[in-house]
Each structure stands twice: as structure tokens, then as C-alpha cells.
């Protein structure tokens, strides 16, 4: 069964500290990975997308790792800011017979910084 | 560019009515894309749909259903509305259809079913 689990569901960090986030998938065969920022009340936006042969990916303090072989995701930020307070959504899509394939969500990590 | 939009942001219905909500896409995207988002059960998908047409579906009840018109913006139908369909409904859209293309999601549109 094609599925996403993140990891921790939730998360407290002092501003300024670094956290990584996981996500762990059996999705497959596997298309690519995304992750997403969700703000309370708005819509997700996209932070970074890896395909199979990518391992790396960084935008700005964010920057994703992914493990194909393991089927094992990470997301980790830098000197967090008040502003990354937010649910962190792993998506993983996966191509499907005849079909243009579809998109596994993970629940999401909420992160909250403190001041 | 304008980014995707959705109408009405809020909206309060009662349990047997139906509800309409309409999702523009950014300038030239031909995909539209429709989730249900709970805290239950996060982020699901609806259905997909490029150049007028259904292109994927998820796992919902008949009583979800949607269209796209010719300049690409989409509606989203409820018929019969029951206490679960409380939710926030997210629209995304991209370039093409499919799950390789990135997808640009717009604020929502809560809906609460009382």
C-alpha cells in the first residue's frame, strides 16, 4: 500500500535552533518529492521537489535530503525564525498504470518557534 | 502574476444543501487540481482536471463532483452535504496534468457544515 509517514506529528524549537524534519514513504514507482509549507489558514507552498536522482536539495534555510534506496526524506532549517511556525507536508508522486499517476500526502509536521 | 484564487474564502451551510466553490488558476495553466483538507485525515485528493476534462479521481462519494470551463477555471459541486464535508477545500494548478508537474495551491475555501 502506497503510503507517507512524517515524523515527529509536531515540534517546539527556540528561534534561532536548527530541526530536521522526516518523512518516510512506500510509494511506489516513484516519481518525485515534495515539500511543502503549509501557514495556518492558507494554502501549502512548495519549498523544494527531488526526483530520483537528486539527493539534495536547499532553498535558502531549507534544505531536503532524499534517500531513494531507503525511501527516506528529510527536511531540515537553519537558524529557525518566527516565521516557520507552520505545518511541513511531505508529498510524494508516483507514476500508475495508464493514469498520469497521483500525489501521496503525508499528515504534516507542525512546527512552533518560540521566541 | 496573479497567483490561483478561490471564491468565497468562507462558507457556512447546513447539513442536505449543496455548495459550489470556484477555483481560478494562474494565467496559463490548463491543470486544476481539488483536495480536502482535515485535520483527521490531512491532505486528500479530489480530482484532477485538464482541458475540460477529468483526468484523475480520487476516492470520494458520487456526491463530489466538479467541472473546468474553457479559460481553465474550475468549479467544485457538494450535493447533499453531511457534518464530515466540514473541511478546507484547496485548489492547485499547473502547467499540465499530472503528478510530475508542480502544483500552485491557493488560499482555500473553509467550509463548515452545521
Known amino acids: 500500500k502506497n503510503q507517507v509517514e512524517q515524523s515527529p506529528q509536531s515540534l517546539i524549537i527556540l528561534e534561532g535552533k536548527n530541526c530536521t524534519l522526516q518523512?518516510?514513504?512506500?510509494?511506489?514507482?516513484?516519481?518525485?518529492l515534495r515539500w511543502y509549507k503549509q501557514d495556518t489558514g492558507r494554502g501549502p507552498v512548495s519549498l523544494t521537489i527531488m526526483t530520483f536522482s537528486e539527493n539534495t536539495k536547499s532553498n535558502g534555510r531549507y534544505t531536503a535530503t532524499l534517500d531513494a534506496d531507503t525511501k527516506q526524506s528529510s527536511l531540515h532549517i537553519t537558524a529557525s525564525q518566527l516565521s516557520d511556525s507552520a505545518s511541513y507536508i511531505c508529498v510524494v508522486s508516483a507514476f500508475e498504470g495508464s493514469t498520469l499517476g497521483r500525489l501521496y500526502f503525508g499528515r504534516g509536521t507542525q512546527l512552533t518557534v518560540w521566541p | 502574476k496573479a497567483g490561483v484564487t478561490q471564491t468565497p474564502r468562507y462558507l457556512i451551510k447546513t447539513r442536505g444543501q449543496q455548495v459550489t466553490l470556484s477555483c481560478s488558476p494562474i494565467?496559463?495553466?490548463?491543470?486544476v487540481s481539488w483536495y480536502q483538507q482535515t485535520p483527521g485525515q490531512g491532505l486528500q485528493f479530489l480530482f484532477e482536471?485538464?482541458?475540460?476534462?477529468?483526468?484523475n479521481k480520487g476516492n470520494f462519494p458520487g456526491r463530489f463532483s466538479g467541472r473546468q470551463f474553457s479559460n481553465s477555471r474550475s468549479e467544485m459541486n457538494v450535493s447533499t452535504l453531511e457534518l464530515g464535508d466540514s473541511a478546507l477545500y484547496l485548489c492547485?494548478?499547473?502547467?499540465?496534468?499530472?503528478?510530475?508537474?508542480?502544483?500552485?495551491f491557493g488560499p482555500g475555501t473553509r467550509l463548515t457544515v452545521l
Open positions: 494565467s496559463g495553466h490548463r491543470s
Open positions: 518523512c518516510n514513504y512506500t510509494v511506489s514507482p516513484f516519481s518525485n
Open positions: 482536471y485538464f482541458s475540460e476534462t477529468q483526468r
Open positions: 492547485a494548478s499547473s502547467l499540465y496534468a499530472g503528478p510530475r508537474n508542480e502544483q500552485f
